[in-house]
């Protein structure tokens, strides 16, 4: 079985540009995690999707962050526009149940860099 | 305050000796999990615990759900543990312990 595949796997754009990145969780997970980790710091939650609908995005800065999780599959997380500081690891995980009660699994990440 | 505290940072230890890593969490939780990341690497689920105690090869993870406290126990240490270990209840991850063990 497959298991959370992203991509891209490295990502290099000039300030102020957009970007997207993709995630394919497990079949049949429900849930669905964006994280953001910097250099030396622990993942960081950005949004966390119970099929289609985005029950904690809290942590999304919404003004340059968007997500979307169409069918309650495959989901997209966009930067426009990209700053200095986005640059970081972007992981996508996904779990059968909600709040990781059943285990996560991770992809790879995407590094992203802005130049 | 974060919800999720891990100590220490950082951690060099000498191969063979006995490591701990502890986590304590200010969130409701369902489980708790403990994480791997390798240089580089991608993330490595260890353990999902709710209570108790689990152990896996040369690992142990307990958990205290009254005081809110987790520890991950590594035995008889080896250079390929070294590796940052994150602490993680619910969707809330803790920064993460960087350890290194010398051979």
């Known amino acids: 079985e497959a298991g959370v595949v992203q991509s891209p796997r490295y990502k290099i754009i000039e300030k102020k540009q957009p970007v997207a990145f993709w995630c394919n969780p497990i079949?049949?997970?429900?849930?669905l995690y964006w994280y953001r980790q910097n250099l030396g710091q622990g993942p960081e939650l950005l949004i966390r999707?119970?099929?289609?609908?985005?029950?904690?995005d809290s942590q999304l800065p919404k003004d340059r962050f968007s997500a979307e999780r169409l069918k309650g599959v495959d989901s997209t997380l966009k930067i426009q526009p990209a700053e200095l500081g986005d640059s970081a690891v972007y992981l996508c995980?996904?779990?059968?149940?909600?709040?990781?009660?059943?285990?996560?699994?991770f992809g790879s990440g995407t590094r992203l860099t802005v130049v | 305050k974060n919800e999720v505290e891990q100590s220490p940072q950082n951690l060099t230890a000498q191969e063979g000796e006995f490591i701990t890593i502890n986590c304590s969490y200010s969130v409701g939780i369902s489980a708790l999990h403990w994480l791997q990341q390798h240089p580089g690497g991608g993330i490595v689920s260890l353990f999902m615990l709710s209570s108790g105690k689990k152990k896996h090869g040369r690992l142990i993870a307990t958990i205290n759900i009254q005081e809110k406290h987790s520890s991950l126990h590594i035995t008889a240490s080896h250079p390929r543990d070294s590796a940052v270990y994150i602490c993680?209840?619910?969707?809330?991850f803790g920064a993460g312990t960087r350890l290194t063990v010398k051979p």
């Open positions: 999707y119970e099929n289609e609908e985005a029950v904690d």
């Open positions: 995980a996904s779990s059968p149940r909600r709040t990781g009660a059943y285990g996560y699994t």
């Open positions: 993680a209840v619910g969707a809330r």
């Open positions: 079949s049949g997970h429900n849930t």
